[in-house]
């Protein structure tokens, strides 16, 4: 009984990773040029948009400063 399971197991992973590799041929990959391009933008919007909230974040504490004292 114990056999079967186990054969029936290792289809299982089997067929998986079988999928896996299947769908991984269907990926197509970006060039290395537009990789580079698309991660400069997205370094450059996460360093704006953490230049902001920044400033948000210190001018909130001044106000809330302000109407405490």
Same mark, same amino acid.
């Given at each position: 009984?114990? /056999?079967?399971?186990?054969? $029936? %197991?290792?289809?299982?992973?089997?067929?998986f990773?079988? /999928? *896996?590799q $299947?769908?991984?041929?269907?990926? #197509?990959?970006? %060039?290395?040029?537009? +990789? #580079?391009?698309?991660?400069?933008? *997205?370094?450059? *919007?996460?360093? +704006?948009? /953490? *230049?902001? #909230?920044?400033?948000? %974040? $210190? /001018?909130?504490?001044?106000?809330?400063?302000?109407?405490?004292?």
């Open positions: 009984m114990q /056999g079967k399971e186990k054969s $029936a %197991d290792k289809s299982q992973k089997k067929g990773f079988q /999928g *896996v $299947a769908e991984f041929k269907k990926i #197509i990959w970006t %060039d290395r040029p537009t +990789l #580079i391009k698309q991660t400069i933008v *997205v370094l450059i *919007v996460t360093i +704006l948009l /953490g *230049v902001i #909230i920044s400033v948000m %974040d $210190a /001018g909130i504490l001044e106000c809330i400063n302000l109407l405490i004292k």
